[in-house]
């Protein structure tokens, strides 16, 4: 008797196929981290948009409450769907990768996510009840040093584990490189996004082929 082609034993070419198979997991955190890197960039762009003033002039601008909003559901999608990263390398330099993802999500949950919820909601109040104090608590200034050191270690974790594993193009790891370059160079204004829209980028990307079939690569 000839053995089936969709022999499913371990080893066997089939089995290998099927493994290679994104799961719906995959899938899922792919088009989460997808429509999350759109929603944020355009929620950015959008707040840039009301950055037109001085002062509390930003805060109280009609376009600022909306657009953050729209910053912040899309930062949150990605988040949720940052375990892509991890979906698509695989055994692929698997331990910088590792660090990459948990040094890349704790900035995002703590800066664009907090901070972000911060700027649109607490900024506006307080620029329609005193205005905006001039300086912000000091408590405050730890906490976002504590996420750019996290930041360091995971952008350059992450930009290096894609270009020894080389299953993502390499101009992911660099938009990853530049991104923590302009988190500490670009400071106020529309320009300080560009480093989110760098690291955006590169999500994407990982976003796409997370959702894509047939291009995970194995976990180990």
């Known amino acids: 008797m000839t053995s089936p082609t969709t022999d499913p034993r371990p080893g066997s070419a089939v089995a290998a196929r099927i493994e290679a198979l994104p799961s719906a997991d995959a899938r899922l955190a792919g088009l ?10 355009i929620g950015f762009l959008g707040v840039s948009l009301a950055m037109h003033g001085t002062g509390d002039g930003g805060p109280t601008d ?9 910053a912040l559901a899309g930062n949150v ?5 940052l375990p892509a990263i991890l979906a698509v390398h695989g055994r692929a330099a698997r331990r910088l990768t590792l660090v990459g993802y948990v040094g890349i999500f704790a ?8 901070e972000t919820t911060i700027e649109a909601f607490i ?15 000091a408590g405050l200034n730890a906490f976002e040093a504590v996420a750019l050191l996290l ?13 020894r ?38 999500l994407f990307w990982f976003g796409r082929r997370a959702a ?3 291009t995970v690569t194995p976990a180990a």
């Open 212 to 214: 894509r079939p047939g």
């Open 32 to 41: 989460a981290l997808m429509a999350g890197s759109v929603l944020a960039t």
């Open 123 to 137: 900024k506006p109040y307080l620029a329609s009840h005193g205005g905006v104090p001039a300086q912000i608590p």
């Open 77 to 81: 999608l990605v988040v949720l769907g």
């Open 62 to 70: 009609p376009l600022w409450q909306p657009m953050y909003g729209v």
């Open 165 to 202: 594993a080389r299953v993502m193009p390499l101009w992911v790891g660099v938009a990853v490189i530049v991104s923590l370059v302009g988190a500490f160079l670009l400071h106020g204004g529309p320009t300080a996004f560009i480093s989110d829209y760098c690291l955006f980028a590169a």
């Open 151 to 163: 930041l360091i270690a995971g952008a350059v974790c992450l930009a290096v584990a894609v270009f």
């Open 107 to 114: 900035p995002l949950v703590m800066l664009n996510v907090a």
